[in-house]
T-cell receptor
Framework: DTGVSQNPRHKITKRGQNVTFRCDPI?????LYWYRQTLGQGPEFLTY????????KSRLLSDRFSAERPKGSFSTLEIQRTEQGDSAMYLC????????????FGSGTQLSVL | GQQLNQSPQSMFIQEGEDVSMNCTSS?????WLWYKQDPGEGPVLLIA?????ELTSNGRLTAQFGITRKDSFLNISASIPSDVGIYFC????????????FGQGTRLTINP
């Protein structure tokens, strides 16, 4: 059990470019969450998967954002045509199921859009 | 949508002092959790609360799930330097949503 792994840890991109982040959950965890956290704020829910099915998406997830979890293992979060307002820490978390004490977060990907 | 109001936003205390922070909402929550986050890392769970009125301890940390299900508090006794960090409350909204809503965080600074 190596924990939730996120890559890259840091990403610097220019406005208008596309970026993709990867999350590898804890083995056998069937739920996977994406959160966004801006400086001085708590994490905000973006979306979650139960196995490969994306069951809920926040209104924060505009049409420039897309998340996938093929085969119910790792997940990717892609942001197209990045904007400066997309700069944030993107956190991934995974769990086997409730209770919530079984939810574990990765260290995040810090995105800076110049 | 559901929002959690966490206070205070920041605290500056002396080592050895006790700390208290709380979280309130206008909505009902089924579960309350408290996390700590260090710079550049993801949140780490400290305490989970599942029943209204529940009081749970984890070492020097004590948290309670409010009777109204709209609030929770976290106390830290005899603070030590490694308690420095940002503390977040989080809750699962009532109504079946399978997600957590987070507060804005309390930044704790300790003077040795």
């Amino acid at each position: 059990d190596t924990g939730v792994s996120q890559n890259p840890r840091h990403k610097i991109t220019k406005r208008g470019q596309n970026v993709t982040f990867r999350c590898d959950p804890i083995s056998e965890h069937n739920r996977l969450y994406w959160y966004r956290q801006t400086l001085g704020q708590g994490p905000e829910f973006l979306t979650y998967f139960q196995n490969e099915a994306q069951l809920e998406k926040s209104r924060l997830l505009s049409d420039r954002f897309s998340a996938e979890r093929p085969k119910g293992s790792f997940s990717t979060l892609e942001i197209q045509r990045t904007e400066q307002g997309d700069s944030a820490m993107y956190l991934c978390a995974s769990s086997l199921a409730p209770p919530w004490e079984k939810l574990f977060f990765g260290s995040g990907t810090q995105l800076s859009v110049l | 949508g559901q929002q959690l109001n966490q206070s205070p936003q920041s605290m500056f205390i002396q080592e050895g002092e006790d700390v208290s922070m709380n979280c309130t909402s206008s909505s009902i929550f089924n579960t309350w959790l408290w996390y700590k986050q260090d710079p550049g890392e993801g949140p780490v769970l400290l305490i989970a609360l599942y029943k209204a009125g529940e009081l749970t301890s984890n070492g020097r940390l004590t948290a309670q799930f409010g009777i109204t299900r709209k609030d929770s508090f976290l106390n830290i006794s005899a603070s030590i330097p490694s308690d420095v960090g940002i503390y977040f409350c989080a809750g699962q909204p009532a109504g079946g949503a399978q997600k957590l809503v987070f507060g804005q965080g309390t930044r704790l600074t300790i003077n040795p």
